[in-house]
């Protein structure tokens, strides 16, 4: 869905080296996600934002911070990489309307590995 | 907090076969419960979501049922097509939650 973009979509870096994830979307949708993929262990969220003011911790969220620039924007950043921080990260993104479910919409993927 | 259980983890299954997925549930408030197929090399999309209302519901060759009872919920695809090659993840949630909570994924492989 070119509509949650991910950059960059590869990083390798090494250990204690600041990381920094961005996110954007052009679907107007004010809650965001951000999760990690290991194989086996699913997708884990990290952090969410429903809107600029508002961020929330997931259930991963040691070792990582986010920021919410704007509606369109939602950035993870990893403060010094640790070499098990290697996994695949996606951004997410959706429209909750009161008293409904709304899909998620997932970003293509920064794939990270960390030295 | 929510904890979803995932079966199998791996699954092959030869072309027009029938395959199932089952997932398990461990809050009884949750009520929402989609499903995302994860091509190789792609992003997770949705294909299909049931509501806890619902005890079935269909799109073409894939089905989801939910059995509120027995906490646990399930994925049938018929006539499966070697483009249903995939790693599928189920997720629950509970009305007034935040999030989803994901399964650890099935990773279906149709032989042609």
């Known amino acids: 869905d070119a509509d949650v973009t991910q950059t960059p979509r590869n990083r390798i870096t090494k250990t204690g080296k600041r990381i920094m994830l961005e996110c954007s979307q052009t679907?107007?949708?004010?809650?965001m996600y951000w999760y990690r993929q290991d194989p086996g262990l699913g997708l884990r969220l990290i952090y969410y934002s429903f809107d600029v003011k508002d961020i929330n911790k997931g259930e991963i969220s040691d070792g990582y911070s986010v920021s919410r620039q704007a509606q369109a924007k939602f950035s993870l950043s990893l403060e010094s990489a640790i070499p098990n921080q290697t996994a695949l990260y996606f951004c997410?993104?959706?429209?909750?309307?009161?008293?409904?479910?709304?899909?998620?919409?997932f970003g293509p993927g920064t794939r990270l590995t960390v030295l | 907090g929510e904890n979803v259980e995932q079966h199998p983890s791996t699954l092959s299954v030869q072309e027009g076969d029938s395959a199932v997925i089952k997932c398990t549930y461990s809050d009884s408030a949750s009520n929402y419960f989609p499903w995302y197929k994860q091509e190789l090399g792609k992003r997770p999309q949705l294909i299909i979501d049931i509501r806890s209302n619902v005890g079935e519901k269909k799109d073409q060759r894939i089905a989801v049922t939910l059995n509120k009872t027995a906490k646990h919920f399930s994925l049938h695809i018929t006539e499966t097509q070697p483009e249903d090659s995939a790693v599928y993840f189920c997720a629950a949630q509970r009305t007034g939650a935040n999030n989803l909570f994901f399964g650890t994924g099935t990773r279906l492989t149709v032989i042609p």
């Open positions: 679907k107007g949708h004010d809650r």
């Open positions: 997410a993104t959706s429209d909750f309307p009161s008293g409904a479910y709304n899909e998620q919409f």
